[in-house]
Protein backbone atom coordinates (compact mmCIF):
# COMPACT_ATOMS: atom_id res chain seq x y z
CA UNK A 1 0.00 0.00 0.00
CA UNK A 2 1.12 3.45 -0.89
CA UNK A 3 0.15 6.36 1.00
CA UNK A 4 0.46 9.76 -0.76
CA UNK A 5 1.05 13.27 1.11
CA UNK A 6 -1.04 15.28 -0.20
CA UNK A 7 0.08 18.68 -0.81
CA UNK A 8 -2.41 21.78 -1.41
CA UNK A 9 -2.54 23.89 -4.04
CA UNK A 10 -0.94 27.27 -1.68
CA UNK A 11 2.26 26.52 0.05
CA UNK A 12 3.04 29.21 3.17
CA UNK A 13 5.82 31.63 2.49
CA UNK A 14 6.71 34.49 4.61
CA UNK A 15 5.99 35.76 8.41
CA UNK A 16 2.62 36.17 10.12
CA UNK A 17 1.92 39.58 11.63
CA UNK A 18 2.40 38.00 15.12
CA UNK A 19 6.20 36.57 14.08
CA UNK A 20 6.72 39.80 13.11
CA UNK A 21 5.90 41.75 15.57
CA UNK A 22 7.51 39.50 18.11
CA UNK A 23 10.70 39.60 16.64
CA UNK A 24 10.62 43.84 16.90
CA UNK A 25 9.72 43.30 20.79
CA UNK A 26 12.97 41.37 20.87
CA UNK A 27 14.53 43.55 19.23
CA UNK A 28 13.09 46.61 20.86
CA UNK A 29 13.58 45.55 24.77
CA UNK A 30 17.71 44.25 23.69
CA UNK A 31 18.26 47.87 22.26
CA UNK A 32 16.48 49.55 25.37
CA UNK A 33 19.25 47.57 27.55
CA UNK A 34 21.87 47.39 25.39
CA UNK A 35 21.92 51.26 24.35
CA UNK A 36 22.78 52.94 27.96
CA UNK A 37 25.85 50.38 28.90
CA UNK A 38 26.64 51.46 25.18
CA UNK A 39 26.24 55.34 25.62
CA UNK A 40 28.10 55.12 29.20
CA UNK A 41 30.86 52.87 27.71
CA UNK A 42 31.49 55.90 24.73
CA UNK A 43 31.33 59.28 27.62
CA UNK A 44 34.01 56.74 29.32
CA UNK A 45 36.37 56.66 26.16
CA UNK A 46 35.61 60.09 26.29
CA UNK A 47 36.82 60.92 29.59
CA UNK A 48 40.25 60.10 29.23
CA UNK A 49 40.97 62.99 27.19
CA UNK A 50 40.32 65.00 30.20
CA UNK A 51 42.82 62.48 32.44
CA UNK A 52 45.32 62.96 29.68
CA UNK A 53 45.32 66.41 29.23
CA UNK A 54 45.96 67.43 32.68
CA UNK A 55 48.23 65.32 33.09
CA UNK A 56 50.23 66.76 30.11
CA UNK A 57 49.55 70.30 31.26
CA UNK A 58 50.81 69.10 34.91
CA UNK A 59 53.87 68.53 33.31
CA UNK A 60 54.41 71.14 30.94
CA UNK A 61 53.54 73.12 34.43
CA UNK A 62 56.25 71.62 36.57
CA UNK A 63 58.94 72.28 33.43
CA UNK A 64 57.77 76.14 33.63
CA UNK A 65 58.26 75.98 37.59
CA UNK A 66 61.64 74.22 37.00
CA UNK A 67 62.94 76.98 34.34
CA UNK A 68 61.64 80.02 36.06
CA UNK A 69 60.95 78.99 39.85
CA UNK A 70 57.45 80.22 39.42
CA UNK A 71 54.05 78.75 38.25
CA UNK A 72 53.02 82.41 36.97
CA UNK A 73 54.26 84.05 34.29
CA UNK A 74 57.63 85.43 34.23
CA UNK A 75 58.95 87.78 32.27
CA UNK A 76 58.86 86.96 28.65
CA UNK A 77 58.00 83.68 29.96
CA UNK A 78 54.75 82.94 29.59
CA UNK A 79 52.65 79.88 31.70
CA UNK A 80 51.28 77.01 29.93
CA UNK A 81 47.85 78.32 31.32
CA UNK A 82 48.15 81.35 29.38
CA UNK A 83 48.09 79.78 25.82
CA UNK A 84 45.27 80.61 23.42
CA UNK A 85 41.42 78.15 24.67
CA UNK A 86 42.17 76.32 21.30
CA UNK A 87 45.85 75.46 22.51
CA UNK A 88 44.05 74.17 25.47
CA UNK A 89 40.79 72.53 23.98
CA UNK A 90 41.44 68.60 24.01
CA UNK A 91 38.64 66.24 22.71
CA UNK A 92 35.78 67.24 24.24
CA UNK A 93 37.24 68.84 27.00
CA UNK A 94 38.84 72.58 27.87
CA UNK A 95 41.76 72.85 30.06
CA UNK A 96 42.19 76.21 32.55
CA UNK A 97 43.81 77.24 35.50
CA UNK A 98 42.80 78.81 38.29
CA UNK A 99 44.56 80.25 41.49
CA UNK A 100 47.95 80.30 39.68
CA UNK A 101 50.73 82.15 42.25
CA UNK A 102 54.35 81.76 42.48
CA UNK A 103 53.95 78.37 44.15
CA UNK A 104 50.75 77.01 43.42
CA UNK A 105 47.81 76.43 41.11
CA UNK A 106 45.11 74.49 39.57
CA UNK A 107 44.09 72.28 36.76
CA UNK A 108 40.62 72.01 35.49
CA UNK A 109 39.01 70.47 32.70
CA UNK A 110 35.46 70.71 31.92
CA UNK A 111 33.45 68.72 29.53
CA UNK A 112 31.62 69.85 26.71
CA UNK A 113 29.43 68.49 23.62
CA UNK A 114 28.45 64.43 25.30
CA UNK A 115 30.61 64.96 28.20
CA UNK A 116 28.68 68.13 29.44
CA UNK A 117 28.56 68.37 33.17
CA UNK A 118 31.80 66.92 33.87
CA UNK A 119 34.64 68.77 35.78
CA UNK A 120 38.03 67.20 36.72
CA UNK A 121 40.94 69.26 38.72
CA UNK A 122 44.40 68.42 39.18
CA UNK A 123 46.42 70.86 41.92
CA UNK A 124 50.51 71.17 42.15
CA UNK A 125 50.34 68.62 44.80
CA UNK A 126 48.64 66.17 42.33
CA UNK A 127 45.50 66.15 44.06
CA UNK A 128 43.09 64.78 41.81
CA UNK A 129 39.04 65.54 42.18
CA UNK A 130 36.25 65.26 40.48
CA UNK A 131 34.47 68.48 40.98
CA UNK A 132 30.99 67.68 39.06
CA UNK A 133 29.89 64.85 37.26
CA UNK A 134 26.00 64.16 35.19
CA UNK A 135 23.37 62.17 36.94
CA UNK A 136 24.13 59.05 37.99
CA UNK A 137 28.08 59.85 37.92
CA UNK A 138 29.43 60.07 41.78
CA UNK A 139 31.84 63.20 42.72
CA UNK A 140 34.85 62.81 44.39
CA UNK A 141 37.26 65.61 46.33
CA UNK A 142 40.14 62.72 46.13
CA UNK A 143 39.56 60.93 42.76
CA UNK A 144 38.69 61.13 39.16
CA UNK A 145 35.76 59.53 38.67
CA UNK A 146 35.75 57.38 35.42
CA UNK A 147 33.06 54.62 35.37
CA UNK A 148 29.68 55.64 36.55
CA UNK A 149 28.58 54.70 40.12
CA UNK A 150 31.91 54.62 40.78
CA UNK A 151 32.63 54.76 44.34
CA UNK A 152 35.34 57.31 45.49
CA UNK A 153 38.46 56.08 47.10
Known amino acids: ?7 GARSMRGF ?3 ELMMAVAI ?3 LTAVAYPSYRDFVVRGHLVDATTALSTFRADMER ?3 DN ?3 ATVGTFTTPCAVAEAQRTVGNFVISCSAVAATSYTLQAVG ?4 AGFT ?3 THQDVRATAAAPSG ?3 CATGWMLKKGQACA
Request: glycine letters at 6%; aromatic letters at 18%; a positive charge.
Open 1 to 7: MQFRKQV
Open 16 to 18: TLI
Open 27 to 29: VGI
Open 64 to 66: HFQ
Open 69 to 71: RSF
Open 112 to 115: KGPV
Open 120 to 122: FTL
Open 137 to 139: WNT
